[in-house]
């Protein structure tokens, strides 16, 4: 299996390189050559594990990593530290160290990363760069911590996180990991990720002085392969408690933002897993929700910080891999859509990437409904969903009356409901006035009779290791201050 860029610079591209480079030169992102079609194959083979199930799907993609030692990143990427369950068509993806799906990443890309860089030869420390909206931070310095030759900072909107999120990243060990608190917003990290990423002179520089930059954001190849799993696993324990038969099409929801998740549903499609509509919900940042409506993405808005914040995002950075598939694989039209959201800020897209769209349908909802909706979930199930879960649970009944379609969902459940407890006390009426984000978790615990997950229960007491904050026009130097050069 060979990689190429969507923007049609580099193609032939083994795994190992795509995983290391984290986005290619033209600025396109890693998309694979073709899309295996393994559900009829897996279907076969009854009761994998979820590391069973990883190995069979990412082997598909990371061809040239050695079988043994994927079986190897699999397991010490997952064993004993992250599982998947199903409960009332809920995908629980948040049972892992950071108690948010982003732990199926960003467990196992360092895993496959040491091993794309022994395979590369390459030499020196690789930084890991990475602007995070709250969970993507936290989960990459989770994963990447302590492994030798790799190095980890983390830009995070220092008034854009919960404060529980703030304090999981500001508390974190190891002896190669750096937090940076920025004056902005999530966009304004990424913008200068993004830009540091493409200025090949301050690269270069770094690569003399023995530092290799990539990156841990869900544009890595080697995180959004092993997403494709979960869909899989879940499609499957449908099966399994006997909501579905086997075969039958189900439509999958995902509360999204940077668009990583729900285009792993997509792949996964494509490999032939019976999914009919992808159904994908934002927060008041709708910009995807107006983009499946009239086939325009128009990023310039103000970014608006709602209660979902690891959704607070306007430009939706996997949505070009999507594209590129919507135009056929034409890199010249994802040059000149991605030239225009850069220079104007928006961009539309053609005819017939409008109607390669239809299978997608985006909705928002709004505070008060995410509000209705965990206090609905819980009074009638006793069952506890996160914000950006109830996003999605608003936006699959708003789906449900406008289509009236009846087939079964698989709603992606992206967090624990203890991780935004503040948000879910209000909406369950909960008493929490005057008290601290801690004893929130508490009150939340004790009301609802759930137990705190274990890396949440003893935060509080942790100590802050972290404390450097900068303006956005200073990461660079920052970054630099930290490496030593
Ligand atoms: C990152 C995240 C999302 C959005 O996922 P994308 O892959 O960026 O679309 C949703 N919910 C939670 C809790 C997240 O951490």
């Known amino acids: 299996m060979y990689f190429r860029s969507t923007r049609g610079l580099e193609n032939n591209v083994t795994s190992a390189i795509a995983i290391i480079n984290g986005i290619s030169k033209d600025g396109g992102l890693y998309v694979p050559e073709s899309f295996p079609n393994i559900y009829s194959f897996l279907k076969e083979k009854k009761n994998l594990t979820y590391e069973e199930l990883a190995f069979e799907i990412i082997n598909e993609y990371f061809t040239d990593i050695d079988d043994n030692e994927l079986v190897d990143a699999i397991n010490e990427a997952y064993n004993e530290r992250f599982t998947v369950q199903v409960k009332n068509n809920f995908l629980e993806l948040y049972h892992g160290p950071t108690c948010a799906f982003k732990d199926a990443a960003l467990l196992f890309l360092p895993q496959i990363m040491k091993r794309a860089k022994k395979i590369c030869n390459k030499k020196g420390d690789i930084v890991i760069l990475t602007a995070t909206s709250g969970d993507t931070g936290k ?63 301050f690269k270069e520089k770094l690569i003399e002085k023995g530092f290799t930059l990539s990156s841990a954001n869900s544009i890595n190849i080697g995180r959004l392969i092993p997403q494709i799993v979960y869909y899989f696993y879940g499609y499957f324990e449908l099966v399994k408690q006997g909501t579905i038969n086997q075969g039958e099409k189900i439509n999958v929801v995902v509360p999204t933002g940077n668009f990583g998740n729900i285009l792993a549903s997509y792949y996964a499609k494509q490999m032939g897993l019976p999914i009919d509509k992808f159904i994908c919900a934002s927060n008041e940042n709708k910009v995807l ?197």
């Open 139 to 201: 989960a990459a310095l989770e994963g990447f911590k302590d492994i030798d030759e790799f190095r980890v900072v983390v830009y995070y909107p220092k008034n854009g996180v919960s404060s529980i999120q703030e304090k999981q990243m500001l508390t974190q060990k190891g002896k190669n990991v750096k937090v940076i608190g920025i004056n902005g917003n999530f966009d304004d990290a990424q913008n200068c990720v993004k830009q540091i990423f493409g200025d090949n002179s």
């Open 289 to 485: 929700t107006d983009f499946f409506r009239n086939g325009i993405y128009n990023r310039k808005r103000e970014l608006i910080l709602t209660e979902s914040p690891s959704m607070d995002i306007l430009v939706s950075s996997n949505l070009e891999r999507l594209l590129f598939e919507a135009s056929g694989r034409n890199s010249e039209i994802i040059k000149d859509l991605m030239t225009s959201l850069n220079e104007q800020g928006t961009y539309e897209i053609n005819d017939q990437m409008k109607e390669f769209m239809k299978d997608f349908y985006g909705n928002y909802a709004t505070k008060e409904e995410v509000y209705n909706a965990i206090k609905e979930v819980y009074d009638r199930d006793n069952y506890l969903i996160d914000t950006h879960t109830a996003v999605g649970y608003v936006v699959k009944n708003k789906y449900q009356k406008e289509s009236n379609d009846t087939k079964p969902v698989l709603i992606a459940s992206t967090a624990s409901p203890f991780k935004f407890s503040r948000s879910i006390c209000k909406a369950l009426k909960i008493d929490i006035d005057k008290i601290d984000d801690f004893k929130v978790l508490d009150e939340l615990s004790k009301s609802t009779n759930n137990d705190i997950p274990k890396s949440l229960a003893t935060l509080g007491e942790e100590k802050i290791l972290h404390n450097e904050v900068c303006d956005k026009s200073e990461m660079k130097e920052a970054l630099l201050s930290y490496l030593g050069v």
